[in-house]
C-alpha cells in the first residue's frame, strides 16, 4: 500500500471520527480541566459561596455582587505558591484577577460543601 492510500485512509477515518464526536458532544457542556488551576477553579465554583464579615463590607463598598465574585473567580488564577494546598480539612486558595482594570486578589476556603471567600483586596 502506497504512502497516499494510507494517509487518504487515515484522513477519512479522522475526519469521520471528527463528525462523530461533534454530533455526541453538540449542545453538552463538555470541558477539559486537566490543569491545577482549571480543576482547582471548577472546584470552588460548583460550590455554594460565604462571605466572611470583612468581605461584605468591602464588596458593599465597592458595589460588586455575588455574580461578579463568582465570575472573579471562575476567570482568575489560582496563585499556588501563596495558598495554603495541605491543610485539613479545607484548603486555601489566593484566586487572582481584574476588575474594572484593577488587579484584585480573593483568599477562599475551600471545603467540602462551601466555599468561603476570607479577604477581597483590591490594588490600585
Same mark, same amino acid.
Given at each position: ?9 487515515? #484522513? ?9 464526536? #461533534? ?48 465570575? #472573579? ?52
Amino acid at each position: 500500500m502506497k504512502f497516499i492510500q494510507r494517509l487518504g485512509y487515515y #484522513l477519512g477515518g479522522f475526519s469521520i471520527g471528527i463528525i462523530i464526536l #461533534l454530533f455526541f458532544l453538540n449542545g453538552k457542556e463538555a470541558s477539559c480541566d486537566y490543569g491545577p488551576n482549571a480543576r482547582t477553579v471548577k472546584n470552588i465554583i460548583l460550590k455554594k459561596f460565604q462571605y466572611s464579615d470583612e468581605v461584605i463590607n468591602v464588596i458593599s463598598s465597592y458595589e460588586i455582587d455575588t455574580a461578579s465574585v463568582r465570575q #472573579l473567580v471562575k476567570y482568575g488564577n489560582v496563585n499556588f505558591s501563596e495558598s495554603d494546598t495541605k491543610s485539613v480539612p479545607c484548603k486555601t486558595y489566593q484566586v487572582e484577577n481584574t476588575y474594572k482594570e484593577r488587579d484584585v486578589i480573593l483568599r477562599v476556603k475551600n471545603c467540602s460543601l462551601v466555599a468561603t471567600i476570607l479577604d477581597f483586596k483590591i490594588k490600585n
